[in-house]
């Protein structure tokens, strides 16, 4: 054990003398913008509880990024609307026949695909400082004829889309798009 220790000192000693660090990814904002809070997204959908997924991937990515404010110290708000979502099949097997052509299993699911779109706004004192849009899709299994499993899959892609369209949010954002 001290032999481990040992190591693992003069690993992160010799990391510092090479000029390695660990330091937040560049959160920085339009203006100078540190602190942002992030009230609850407006769910234009028919989806229930979209609207605190896409909240809390959206605080997730603040947090990452250093610029989570809370209350009062807050130098702006992002605003949030999710504005659509739906789920489609994509991929469908083709039917299995036996050597004289009888169909011996249908075509079968093999796929489907969630879509989701949403609206971000930054603003400072009721100014728009920056504002993008975002959308894109995440495939998953339709489970093995189970319906709750089928939608215990599509929540997690949901959730899945939800921190890689906050997270593209967030950049545009910060990039000022």
Known sequence: MARLCAVVVAVL?????????????????PEGVRAVCAPIFFNETSEPGLETLFTRAMRQEMVRSGTLGDGAACEARLEGVVTNVSSYPTIVTEPITDENGVVVVGPQLASYRAFAEARLRLLKD???????SVSGTEDYLPGSGDVLEAEANRQAALHRLSETLMREGYERLARNW
């Open 13 to 29: 000693v010799a990391g510092a003398g090479c000029g390695y660090r660990f330091v937040a990814r560049d959160g920085t904002l």
């Open 126 to 132: 009721e100014r728009v400082l920056a504002e993008t």
